[in-house]
C-alpha cells in the first residue's frame, strides 16, 4: 500500500511550514517596526544619551538590505535555501534582543547586519517557495504564504495592544517584558526553519530535463551574481515590473513606520499610544484577509488575471491615502503635535477611518505582493533567486530612500509621492501581465493549429475510400 499523502501534498507542507516560520519571526520583527520610533522616544526620555531614530535605523536596514541582495544569490547556492533561511533569521532575532539594551551605536551597527541577513532570508524564501510550487500552484501558494506572514502583525500588535494600555509613555520594564517576548517567539521561528524538507523542483512527466529550477541551487556563486546582472538590465518585463517593486517598497515603509509613529504623535486622538498597535493589528488583518482571498482562492479570484487584482489594490491604497490626509496633521510624522493650532482637516480626527485606512494599507498591500510572488515564479522559473534578489533589491532601495525622506518631509509631500507611484507601479504591471497573456494566448493558439492540422493529415482525401 503507498504513502496516503503524495509528493504535491509534501510540497503544500513545506508551503506551511515556512509559512508558520516567516510568522514566528516576523510577529517579532514586524511588531517591533511597528513601534520602533514610539519606544526610542521613550527611551531618550530616560536615558539623555541615547540618540537613536527609528527612521535612520530603518533607512539603515533597508539600504543595507538592498546593497546584499546582489550577494544573496551566491550566499543561497552556497548554503542552499533551508540553511539560508536559518542564518538570515537568526540575524533577526539577535536584532530584535538588543532592545533590550539600547545602545545607539549597537542600534545602527546590528541595522546594517540586519540588512545582510534580511536579503539572504527574502531571497532564499523566494528559491524555497518557488521549488515547492508548479505552475499551477504558484498562485495558491504564494497566496497561502502572504496570508500567513502576515498574521504576525496580528498577533504581535494585539500583545502590544493590550501590553500598552492607559500608558502615555512606556516604562524601561514595560519595554524589557515586550521585547523578552519577542525574542522568544523569534528564536521559536529559528526552530520551525530547522524541521524545513529539503525540496526538489515539480518536474513535467516525461521529461526529466525539464527541472530547470534546479539550477537556482545548482549554479555556482559567480554564475548566480552574474545572472543577476544580467536579468536587471537586459530583461524588459524585470524593468517594468521593478517600477511596481519601487512602489511596494515606499508604501512598505509607510504603513509599517511612518503612519503608526504619525497616529502616536497626535496628541488629539485619545489613548494614541495605545492606537499604534491597534493600527498594526488592522493592517495584519488586511493582509490576512487579502492573502487568503487571492491565496487560497485563487482558482476563482485570478481567472482573468492578476491584473484586477492589482487594480483593487490600486483603488484600496488610493481611499486609505485619502482617509490619512484628511484625518492627520501635516506636521504628524516629523513630530509630536500638542496644539490644536496644527490639527488636521478632522478636528478631532475620526478614529473610525484611521482604523479603515490602516485596513485598507495592509489589504492593498497583499493585492500587490501576492500577484509580484506569482507573476515572477511563473516568468522566471529557470532563475528564481535571481528574480526574488533583484524583487527585494529595488524593494528595499525604495524603501530606505522612503524612510530616509520621512523624517524629512511632511504628510502631504509623502502622500504625494505614493499616489504618483502607485499610479506608475500599476500601469507597469498591467502592461507585464497584458504581454504574458497575449504570449499565452498565442502559444495555446498554435497548438490548437498544430493540432487541428495532424488531424487534417489523418482524414482521406475526397475521392479516396476509407478502408
Not at 530547522?194 to 513535467?204: D, E, G, I, M
Not at 484625518?327 to 493650532?341: H, M
Not at 493558439?445 to 495532424?454: F, K, L, P, R
Request: glycine content about 6%; overall charge negative; hydrophobic content about 50%.
Amino acid at each position: 500500500m503507498g504513502c496516503s499523502i503524495c509528493p504535491g501534498d509534501q510540497k503544500f507542507q513545506n508551503v506551511v511550514l515556512l509559512s508558520i516560520s516567516f510568522m514566528l519571526v516576523f510577529t517579532a520583527f514586524q511588531t517591533l517596526i511597528n513601534i520602533e520610533q514610539t519606544v526610542l522616544t521613550s527611551v531618550q526620555i530616560h536615558d539623555a544619551t541615547f540618540t537613536g531614530n527609528a527612521y535612520i535605523s530603518s533607512a539603515i536596514v533597508y539600504f543595507f538590505f538592498s546593497l546584499c541582495n546582489w550577494l544573496a544569490p551566491p550566499v543561497v547556492s552556497l548554503l542552499g535555501p533551508k540553511w539560508t533561511m536559518v542564518v538570515g533569521s537568526v540575524i533577526y532575532s539577535v536584532f530584535i534582543a538588543t532592545f533590550l539594551w539600547p545602545n545607539t551605536t549597537l542600534l545602527y551597527t546590528m541595522s546594517a547586519v540586519l540588512g545582510f541577513g534580511a536579503a539572504i532570508l527574502w531571497t532564499a524564501q523566494g528559491c524555497y517557495l518557488t521549488l515547492s510550487s508548479s505552475p499551477e500552484t504558484m498562485s495558491r501558494n504564494s497566496g497561502v504564504f502572504w496570508a500567513i506572514l502576515q498574521s504576525s502583525m496580528f498577533f504581535g500588535n494585539s500583545f502590544v495592544y493590550w501590553q500598552f494600555y492607559g500608558s502615555k509613555e512606556i516604562s524601561t520594564e514595560m519595554r524589557q517584558i515586550v521585547f523578552s517576548v519577542l525574542t522568544v517567539i523569534s528564536v521559536i521561528g529559528i526552530c520551525c526553519f530547522v524541521f524545513l524538507r529539503a525540496v526538489s523542483p515539480f518536474r513535467q512527466e516525461g521529461d526529466p530535463d525539464s527541472d530547470l529550477n534546479l539550477r537556482v541551487i545548482r549554479d555556482s556563486p559567480v554564475d548566480s551574481m552574474t545572472k543577476s546582472f544580467r536579468l536587471f538590465f537586459t530583461n524588459k518585463k524585470m524593468l517594468l515590473l521593478s517600477v511596481t517593486f519601487f512602489y511596494t517598497g515606499i508604501e512598505l515603509s509607510f504603513y509599517s513606520g511612518v503612519y503608526s509613529t504619525a497616529v502616536g504623535n497626535t496628541s488629539t486622538l485619545v489613548e494614541a499610544k495605545r492606537l499604534v498597535g491597534l493600527i498594526g493589528i488592522l493592517v495584519g488583518a488586511g493582509e490576512i484577509l487579502g492573502g487568503a482571498s487571492f491565496g487560497i482562492l485563487a482558482t476563482r479570484t485570478v481567472k482573468f488575471g492578476r491584473d484586477p487584482v492589482v487594480l483593487l489594490g490600486f483603488v484600496s491604497h488610493i481611499v486609505a491615502f485619502y482617509l490619512i490626509f484628511i484625518n492627520l496633521p501635516n506636521e504628524s510624522p516629523l513630530r509630536p503635535i500638542e496644539s490644536t493650532a496644527a490639527a488636521s482637516y478632522l478636528n478631532p480626527p475620526w478614529v473610525g477611518f484611521l482604523m479603515l485606512a490602516a485596513f485598507l494599507l495592509g489589504f492593498g498591500d497583499s493585492c500587490f505582493n501576492t500577484q509580484l510572488f506569482s507573476i515572477l515564479g511563473n516568468l522566471f522559473p529557470e532563475s528564481s533567486a535571481p528574480a526574488f534578489a533583484l524583487f527585494k533589491f529595488t524593494q528595499s532601495a525604495a524603501a530606505a530612500a522612503s524612510f530616509f525622506y520621512s523624517s524629512k518631509f511632511t504628510l502631504m509631500v509623502q502622500l504625494s509621492i505614493l499616489v504618483v507611484f502607485s499610479i506608475l507601479g500599476t500601469l507597469s504591471f498591467f502592461i507585464v501581465e497584458w504581454g504574458e497573456a497575449s504570449r499565452s494566448h498565442a502559444t495555446f493558439d498554435a497548438v490548437i493549429s498544430e493540432d487541428n492540422d495532424d488531424n487534417e493529415q489523418l482524414l482521406p482525401e475526397e475521392g479516396e475510400e476509407e478502408e
